[in-house]
């Protein structure tokens, strides 16, 4: 069922995103040579603890995974792009890290990603990370009271067709609120002008996120980490948004981000 919020309980969703805004730019601050995700993930469970809040992921067992999440917080290196386990391993100057979150406060859910560059940059990986920033920032242009959810799918689509990035659809953006995921999918291509019409109080995850050279996966033997199927490089960009009646307001905006 989906499930229109109120004012208060955006606002409510809201402070929880403003506090996964928060913790991603602490990530992408420390995230450097030399850093262990280890490292990473246990600064994040501290950051968690201290708000009093709960990861989603944490003893997250969704039908495609190996047992439960047992950690609380996804990080993501190079070819891998969603759900990756923090494990024992050591960033290297030019690795591409993706850091995905979701947590609930008092009951009310956001979730965000962002992916970065350790130490040196390359263009290439520069210009898939903007890909995946441009791409979500249309989707959140679109996705406007009377619009229909195709026109977000659209979006996100069109961009990668610009950047020739192809596009899988088994995972995309969904509905959030009183969990990380509730009813809809938004898939990361699709029609303008099919699908669910948008109304107020409808939230979204929104995730464009693209690998340079293939739209197929493979799951790592862990069962969770997900990476591109030829190896190339990934990028991943997510923001939590409520539909109003006007423009749709971003949930989980980083203050270093330029869009408000």
Known sequence: ???????????????????????????????????????????????????GA???????????????????????????VLHGLPHDYVLRDGDVLTADLAVTIDGWAADSARTVIVGTPAEEDLRIIRATEEALEAAIGVALAGNRLGDISAAIGAVARDYGYPVNTQFGGHGIGRTMHEDLHVSNTGTAGRGMKLKPGLTLALEPWFARTTDRIVFDPDGWTIRSADGSRTAHSEHTVAITDGDALVLTRRESESNT
């Open 1 to 51: 069922m989906i499930e229109l919020k109120t004012r208060a309980e955006i606002e409510r969703m809201h402070v929880t995103g403003r506090f996964v805004a928060e913790v991603l730019s602490e990530v992408g601050e420390l995230a450097d040579v030399g850093v262990n995700l280890m490292d990473l993930e246990h600064h994040v469970r501290g950051m968690i603890k201290r708000r």
């Open 54 to 80: 709960e990861s989603c992921y944490w003893d997250y067992a969704p039908s495609f995974g190996e047992g439960p999440f047992r950690n609380v917080i996804c990080l993501s290196v190079n070819d891998a």
